[in-house]
C-alpha cells in the first residue's frame, strides 16, 4: 500500500507560479513510477506530467504544461513535485499525485494509488 498527499495548493494570479509536493509513505517509494493529472470542474480528469518509470528515466508532459511544468522527486524525502510557472486560467483543476509499479503511463486508469488531489485556482 502506497499512501500518497499532495499539498501546495492554492490562489494565484495569471502568470504566476506555484510548487505542489506529493509525500509517499507506505511501500518501497522507489519502486512506484508516478505522474500528475488534474480534474477540472465539468471535464475528465487528465494527464499532465510523468516519470518515465520508477527510477526517473525521463519525464513525459501534456502539450498544454509543456514549458511551463516541471516535474520532480527528492527520492531522500519520498517526494515528488510540480513546478507550475506562467500559470493560466485554464490550468484551474484539482492535481492528483498517483503511483503504480514501475512502468509510468499518461493513462490514469494505469494507476493504483491517488493521493486526494489539491485545488489550483488561476485567476484571471
Known amino acids: 500500500q502506497v499512501q500518497l498527499v499532495e499539498s501546495g495548493g492554492g490562489l494565484v494570479q495569471a502568470g504566476g507560479s506555484l510548487r505542489l509536493s506529493c509525500a509517499a509513505s507506505g511501500r518501497t517509494f522507489s519502486n512506484y513510477a508516478m505522474g500528475w493529472f488534474r480534474q477540472a470542474p465539468g471535464k475528465e480528469r487528465e494527464f499532465v506530467a510523468r516519470f518515465v518509470n520508477w527510477s526517473g528515466g525521463g519525464t513525459v508532459y501534456a502539450d498544454s504544461v509543456k514549458g511551463r511544468f516541471t516535474i520532480s522527486r527528492d527520492s531522500a524525502k519520498n517526494t515528488v513535485y510540480l513546478q507550475m510557472n506562467s500559470l493560466k486560467p485554464e490550468d484551474t483543476a484539482v492535481y492528483y499525485c498517483?503511483?503504480?509499479?514501475?512502468?509510468?503511463?499518461?493513462?490514469?486508469?494505469?494507476?493504483?494509488?491517488w493521493g486526494q488531489g489539491t485545488q489550483v485556482t488561476v485567476s484571471s
Open positions: 498517483a503511483a503504480r509499479p514501475l512502468i509510468g503511463s499518461n493513462y490514469g486508469r494505469d494507476y493504483n494509488y
